[in-house]
């Protein structure tokens, strides 16, 4: 059975830095994997997706994400963080086995200080 | 306009009674389902419709019955509710089964 595993439930950045919240998933077959983004009292917003095409995925709000199959990993990444950002963030995976089965992982919140 | 719409936003009840939470796509997409966010809002499918026909069930208690009167719409019913029942009821849809799913804005269930 496909897994996904969020390495640090909180992580924090100063308005501007780097952001990097790390997705390292596991499956037999090579998975489809997607970031949603979930704002506070509100439904979990698509940001990327990876199928299997290009291994760089640009998504909405300056988001990106790269898929590493040696490494297992599909690491979200936005160059500069704005307050706005400020949310919590699920990694979840799609595994051939698992038809349409979205198996998430625990989520990070990510706080932005200003 | 809404492409994945629940009703109610909230819901507070008691234990034992029996309550419904409705959901409706407007995006054409022939697959539905329900999520549960724990307060620890961990995700966790319950059930996926596909053209109207059950094709997941997860180990959920018998007290939840999923019905899909057509394509656009899945209605979550809950018997006998519990404690362990609050949470976040979350209605998704997609195209097909492997690919993106979106989300409806969530019911929060409070049993009391």
């Known amino acids: 059975a496909q897994s996904v595993t969020q390495l640090g439930s909180h992580v924090s950045v100063s308005e501007g830095a780097l952001v990097l919240l790390r997705c390292n998933y596991s499956?037999?077959?090579?998975?489809?994997l997607f970031w949603y983004v979930q704002y506070p009292n509100q439904g979990l917003q698509l940001l990327l997706k990876?199928?299997?095409?290009?291994?760089l995925v640009k998504g909405i709000n300056g988001f990106e994400a790269e898929f590493k199959k040696s490494e297992t990993s599909f690491h979200l990444t936005k160059p500069s963080a704005h307050m706005r950002d400020a949310a919590e963030y699920f990694c979840?995976?799609?595994?051939?086995?698992?038809?349409?089965?979205?198996?998430f992982g625990e989520g990070t919140q990510l706080t932005v200080n200003p | 306009d809404t492409a994945v719409s629940q009703t109610p936003k909230y819901l507070v009840t008691q234990m034992g009674n029996d309550k419904s939470i409705k959901c409706e796509q407007n995006?054409?997409?022939?697959?539905m389902y329900w999520y549960k966010q724990d307060s620890k809002k961990f995700l966790k499918i319950m059930f996926s419709?596909?053209?109207?026909?059950?094709?997941i069930n997860e180990t959920v208690p018998n007290r939840f019955s999923p019905k899909s009167p057509d394509k656009a719409h899945l209605n979550l019913h809950i018997n006998s509710l519990e404690l362990g029942d609050s949470a976040v009821y979350f209605c998704?849809?997609?195209?097909?089964?492997?690919?993106?799913?979106?989300f409806g804005p969530g019911t929060r269930l409070t049993v009391t």
């Open positions: 998704a849809s997609s195209q097909a089964v492997r690919v993106e799913q979106y």
């Open positions: 499956s037999s077959v090579p998975p489809y």
């Open positions: 990876y199928t299997s095409a290009a291994t």
């Open positions: 979840a995976v799609i595994g051939e086995t698992s038809g349409s089965r979205l198996t």
């Open positions: 995006l054409g997409h022939d697959t």
């Open positions: 419709y596909n053209n109207k026909e059950l094709i």
